[in-house]
């Protein structure tokens, strides 16, 4: 085991939380001696108690904590299924960015991608998404 890791780590009664290096919002970075490379804290942290990701899987948080290592709040999950790829989180929106429901009188399709069809029409008629 890698002490050096271990002793970053703050294990809660429920996250086990990284408290080294991590960008503000983002995941945990830590530098694998061994490997001589950074690495992603909640890979590492997989990769030393449950071993290897398999090829073409990635880690999803359960807990929602980016910087929690825990392998149990840890699933494995395929890139398309994945809960916080962009196609996923947009598909799961109800309303667009300036608060418009997205049904189907106020929804276009163009390549692939739902639009408001409110914030479309006032962005082409007014030049604000707001209309003001």
């Not at 997989?46 to 699933?75: A, F, Q, S």
């Not at 929804?107 to 692939?112: A, S």
Request: include cysteine; hydrophobic fraction near 25%.
């Amino acid at each position: 085991m890698d002490e050096k890791f271990w002793l970053r780590v703050n294990k809660t009664d429920t996250c086990w939380l990284y408290t080294g290096p991590a960008k503000s919002g983002s995941y945990g970075r830590y530098w694998d001696v061994n490997a001589k490379k950074s690495q992603w804290t909640h890979r590492y942290a997989w990769t030393l108690l449950k071993g290897k990701i398999p090829y073409g899987m990635e880690l999803h948080h359960k807990c929602l904590i980016k910087i929690c290592v825990n392998p149990d709040h840890l699933e494995l999950v395929t890139r398309a299924s994945h809960p916080d790829t962009a196609n996923n989180i947009q598909k799961n929106k109800t309303h667009c960015n300036h608060g418009h429901k997205f049904t189907p009188e106020n929804t276009r399709i163009y390549r692939g991608h739902r639009r408001c069809k409110t914030c479309c029409f006032n962005r082409n008629n007014y030049g604000n998404p707001k209309g003001i």
